[in-house]
């Protein structure tokens, strides 16, 4: 199966950068795997914002694949219970799994129906520079779990 990460914006801080590299070097151990930035809409309503950033990640949505968008509104997973929903995708064939990490004001109604799952990292609020690392420590540690390695414990 593999992975891909989008995400609305670049990535401003150096520490950051090192993270999302760390991190996805490992998850590529694990499945093929690549990240798309997608352009950040600026000075327009956040509603019009909103739906132009979608508008561009739909047009990097494989057709043959199944999307999950990370929103702070979405369901909350345990790491192992995540590992699980990585695994059932792959193990039911998946060809192709997406994560999107949407910009400031979220997603597109659009966007949010055409998804399998929304899923949130953590009821606290964090900035979209800092999921990024975040959400794919939790993708290697999810891979990790599934292959009972000893990186969760």
């Known amino acids: 199966m593999k992975l891909r990460l989008l995400w609305v914006g670049r990535t401003q801080e150096a ?26 809409e600026k000075g327009a309503q956040p509603e019009q914002m909103k739906q132009r950033e979608s508008e ?63 899923i949130a990292l953590s009821k606290m609020t964090f900035t979209h520079q800092m999921v990024r690392p975040f959400f794919l420590e939790q993708l290697y540690r999810g891979f990790t779990i599934l292959n009972n390695e000893g990186y969760h414990h």
């Open 15 to 40: 520490w950051v950068k090192s993270g999302i590299e760390e991190y996805a070097g490992r998850v590529k151990r694990y499945s093929p795997f690549e990240i798309s930035e997608v352009k950040e």
């Open 56 to 118: 561009r990640i739909e047009k990097l949505l494989p057709k043959n694949g199944r999307l999950i968008l990370l929103d702070e509104r979405g369901e909350q997973f345990t790491s192992p219970s995540f590992a699980g929903l990585i695994g059932t995708y792959r193990d039911n064939g998946t060809p192709e799994l997406t994560f999107v990490i949407g910009g400031a004001y979220g997603f597109s109604d659009t966007l949010r129906s055409s998804a399998d799952r929304i």
